[in-house]
């Protein structure tokens, strides 16, 4: 069955701090990882996807095959990093609908 | 460009009602998912539609669930009877295939339905 587990529901860091938001999934096949990020009153939106192998906002993500994890890492956290991140996977190729995880919500104290 | 958009932001009904939610995606994407996101979870896939059809159903919990597409843009999603258990925020994402890096779903920003 396809699972993907976010053993933090709460991280709080402060500002200029590393973070690191884990996320470990159980697939058979080939799955694409996905970060998604919702920031207070705002749409869930895409943060990052391992197949492009992009920093974005300071963040990057490692799939590790063999751990079976995508943990999200950012080295100095900043206070607009603050928010609800979930992590998702998908079957390549196909309809590509998204499992999530249950979210962790960032808060990055000043 | 706008985004996908949700009617109504908030829906309250009683329990045993009919309901239906309705999104509009972005222009020119084919493809379209109903999610449902209970309070304290991720959310959670519903039905997948590419054009007009239901390509993948298997995420709707019950027959009293179902939704249209009937020209493959604009959607519905129906509730029959509606159940205490069904209050939840409502998620449609659209996506155009084949787009590199732009081949995402994005997010409305959802229909919060409470059941009374």
């Known amino acids: 069955a396809q699972r993907v587990t976010q053993p933090e529901k709460l991280l709080s860091v402060f500002k200029g701090a590393p973070v690191e938001l884990k996320c470990n999934y159980s697939y058979s096949g080939s799955p694409e990882l996905f970060w998604y990020v919702q920031y207070s009153r705002q749409r869930l939106q895409l943060l990052l996807r391992?197949?492009s192998r992009e920093s974005i906002k300071g963040f990057t993500a490692d799939l590790n095959k063999g751990e079976t994890s995508f943990h999200l890492k950012k080295p100095f956290a900043q206070e607009e990093d603050s928010a609800m991140y979930y992590c998702?996977?998908?079957?390549?190729?196909?309809?590509?609908?998204?499992?999530f995880g249950k979210g962790t919500k960032l808060t990055v104290n000043p | 460009g706008a985004g996908v958009s949700q009617t109504p932001s908030n829906k309250v009904t009683e329990k045993g009602k009919y309901v239906e939610l309705r999104c509009d995606p972005i222009s020119g994407h084919t493809a379209l998912y109903w999610y449902r996101q209970s309070l304290g979870q991720g959310p959670e896939f519903l039905i997948y539609?590419?054009?007009?059809?239901?390509?993948?159903d298997s995420g709707l919990p019950n027959d009293r669930f179902f939704a249209v597409r009937p020209e493959g843009s604009v959607s519905t999603l129906k509730i029959q009877r509606t159940e205490r258990g069904d209050s939840a925020v409502y998620l449609c994402a659209s996506r155009r295939p084949g787009q590199g890096s732009q081949d995402t779903q994005y997010f409305g920003p959802g229909t919060r339905l409470t059941v009374l």
């Open positions: 998702a996977l998908s079957r390549r190729g196909g309809s590509e609908k998204l499992v």
């Open positions: 391992h197949i």
């Open positions: 539609f590419q054009g007009t059809g239901a390509a993948d």
